[in-house]
């Protein structure tokens, strides 16, 4: 009271932030705007004294103790007693090694051009005046801890605080240097991605292995996934991320896949990137509802693993093609070769996938493969007929999957609108497939 006054609820926050920075420091604070002691009160008896100054509290056999005390007039009566933490020796950072092995992006964003080049300038002379920060908490602080994004940014990418230093200097000097990416925005208004998780095909051997080792959050997450799936599979997640002969088998590739996309929106929220909605391409959906908070982990796993495991008995009874082309133009290519091939999914204006016997897939590509059409790496006939022989075993292994209404909205790609995330059942997640 004699610091802040009459602070009303605040009260003993005050008193308890008092006492514990008087612990930190080791000093017992003075009382503020006392002449005397007051004569009500016979201070030659006991132990307790009004300090008119400050005095060192010194560290004695155990632990500083303090109390503060909460008395108001409506009857508020507490006592609440601190004691100082153990002490612990902390290593020092110098002695824990690089933070990360992998690259950082700084990133930046100004006015105009021209103030975008000085910023970069004055963030160059920031970080080389304090050589004891890391490029990744620099890399931290510019992307979780400023709101404002202007329309002109900038984005430095290296692997250490050399190169992203040489890299600010050239902005700023009007050169050109390798891991700059600038752009624009229409609007200089605070605005959040989109989520989207890719299904299968985008997998590669070694993925999210670096990811594992230099980012904690990531790691957090992946054993999160691991714990999930457990209960569905006989192979351990971060073992199959390696071998090539694995991930080549559906069940293992989609959980695989499904958890580096989960762990991947995981660590982009811990460094502050919240999306404004998600979506997902056939197996995404699944990382999508986890992401959205419709799906649990757990039922997340569910999906992804006993659908893929049911997928595994059609393995090598077709394949899939991308083609860069559109609906129509696909759908007379693909007549000469009546129901051995068919469109599977729609992506994009000029992006289709077609999907059928392998024997099929493979004349398509070699009829078409000028014109830009290459196998995904599937060995069955997704979002086809094909893969109705399995929706008799996904009904009954899909049915106590528990989907609730999610924080994120959920674009469904499988219905093109904005759904309930509560609706994703397991006759979804076939429909999903099929």
Request: aromatic share 6%.
């Amino acid at each position: 009271k004699s610091n802040i006054g009459h602070t009303q609820a605040a009260a003993g926050v005050a008193g308890v932030i008092k006492m514990v920075q008087a612990m930190r420091h080791g000093m017992l604070p003075q009382t503020l705007h006392v002449d005397a002691p007051s004569s009500h009160v016979d201070w030659s008896t006991g132990a307790a004294e009004l300090l008119s100054t400050a005095r060192e509290w010194p560290a004695g056999s155990g632990p500083r103790r303090a109390g503060v005390s909460g008395f108001g007039i409506s009857g508020t009566n507490v006592h609440v007693i601190l004691e100082q933490p153990a002490h612990e020796e902390l290593e020092p950072v110098s002695e824990l090694g690089p933070v990360s092995a992998g690259s950082v992006a700084w990133v930046v964003s100004a006015r105009s051009g021209a103030a975008l080049a000085g910023q970069a300038g004055r963030l160059a002379e920031f970080v080389a005046a304090r050589p004891e920060v890391a490029a990744k908490d620099v890399a931290f602080s510019l992307a979780a801890a400023r709101t404002t994004g202007f329309a002109h940014r900038l984005a430095v990418i290296g692997q250490d605080r050399e190169q992203l230093l040489e890299s600010l200097g050239a902005v700023a000097a009007g050169q050109e240097a390798p891991g700059v990416v600038t752009g624009s925005v229409g609007s200089a208004s605070v605005s959040r991605p989109v989520f989207v998780f890719a299904g299968q095909g985008a997998q590669w051997v070694g993925m999210g292995l670096q990811l594992w080792d230099d980012e904690p959050v990531f790691a957090a997450v992946m054993e999160r996934c691991a714990a999930a799936l457990e209960p569905f599979v006989v192979w351990q997640l971060r073992d199959v991320l390696g071998d090539a002969e694995l991930l080549a088998r559906v069940d293992v590739v989609q959980p695989a896949s499904w958890a580096v996309a989960v762990s991947l929106a995981g660590l982009w929220r811990a460094y502050g990137v919240e999306p404004a909605a998600v979506a997902g391409h056939s197996q995404g959906e699944i990382a999508a509802a986890c992401v959205s908070g419709g799906l649990s982990l757990e039922d997340g796993a569910r999906v992804v693993a006993l659908r893929s495991r049911a997928l595994a008995g059609l393995a090598g009874t077709g394949g899939m093609v991308s083609v860069p082309a559109g609906l129509d133009e696909v759908g007379e290519w693909i007549s000469r070769w009546g129901e051995d091939l068919s469109v599977a999914a729609v992506n994009g204006p000029r992006q289709v996938a077609v999907a059928g016997a392998a024997s099929a897939c493979a004349e398509f590509v070699d009829a078409y493969g000028d014109r830009g059409a290459r196998r995904i790496a599937v060995d069955y006939a997704s979002h086809t007929a094909h893969v109705e022989a399995v929706q008799d075993r996904l009904d009954e292994d899909l049915a106590g999957v528990s989907p609730v209404s999610g924080s994120v909205p959920f674009y469904s790609t499988l219905e093109a609108r904005v759904l309930d995330t509560a609706e994703l059942g397991g006759g979804y997640w076939y429909r999903n497939l099929r």
